[in-house]
């Protein structure tokens, strides 16, 4: 099957500190990529969508200028937790599509887990 | 709107032994239903999925799920568990028509007994 990367896989960084998780998709194109949150033994929630070379379409109640999401090639998104606070402190996940539309399999990343201290 | 409820946070079978676990959705029509698994250090895997034709699914592993409407369920089986089977498992439910937000329950994590 596709394999979807996430690069961190841990990350602890000081809080007002930036950080950048990288999406990849190693062997397919993918239109189109999901960020999800998922707090500890809780369900993954969706942040927000993002299409190739358009900006990302937040889900309510997501900051649009905290979690900074950038999909500027078909293999590559970006999330960028800025300002940090331990409050963002949660495990990240990625997922590629290759349309985007629900028929077509989401593979997911590994996950990257945040630590604000 | 749409929900999904996994009513067991917890299950722990012998190997050998027969799993179900279950779902319930809430949604308006006919939804696309999800199972995923979650190993630790591992990305979420399609295991299967139903859109729409036969209630029956059959997955990857040995996993098959049964749509039912009138019940709005989904519930995953499998016949004999093997000690790998020990995982997270998610269902998932998106809407038909081309919004493609999905929607996972909380989870049910499976333990596995010698």
């Known amino acids: 099957g596709a394999v979807v990367s996430q690069h961190p896989s841990w990350v602890i960084c000081k809080s007002g500190t930036s950080v950048k998780i990288e999406c990849r998709s190693l062997?397919?194109?993918?239109?189109?990529m999901f960020w999800y949150r998922q707090f500890p033994k809780q369900s993954l929630m969706l942040m927000a969508t993002?299409?190739?070379?358009?900006?990302?379409?937040?889900e309510q109640g997501v900051e649009k200028d905290k979690f900074l999401i950038n999909h500027a090639s078909l293999t590559l998104s970006t999330l960028t937790v800025t300002s940090a606070h331990p409050e963002d402190s949660s495990f990240y996940i990625c997922?590629?599509?290759?349309?985007?539309?629900?028929?077509?399999?989401?593979?997911f990343g590994p996950g990257t887990r945040l630590t604000v201290l | 709107a749409q929900s999904v409820t996994q009513p067991d946070i917890h299950i722990t079978v012998s190997e050998g032994a027969s799993l179900e676990l279950r779902c319930n959705y809430s949604?308006?029509?006919?939804?696309?239903l999800f199972w995923y698994v979650q190993s630790p250090g591992q990305g979420l895997q399609l295991l299967l999925k139903?859109?729409?034709?036969?209630?029956l699914v059959q997955g990857i592993k040995g996993f098959e799920a049964e749509f039912k409407r009138s019940q709005s369920s989904f519930n995953l089986r499998k016949p004999s568990v093997h000690w790998s089977d020990a995982a997270e498992y998610f269902c998932?439910?998106?809407?038909?028509?081309?919004?493609?937000?999905?929607?996972f329950g909380a989870g049910t994590r499976l333990a596995v007994h010698p």
């Open positions: 062997d397919f194109q993918a239109t189109t």
């Open positions: 139903y859109f729409s034709g036969d209630t």
């Open positions: 997922s590629a599509s290759s349309t985007g539309v629900l028929t077509d399999t989401q593979y």
């Open positions: 998932a439910v998106g809407a038909p028509g081309g919004y493609n937000k999905l929607i």
């Open positions: 949604y308006g029509a006919t939804p696309y």
């Open positions: 993002s299409n190739e070379g358009s900006k990302a379409t937040y």
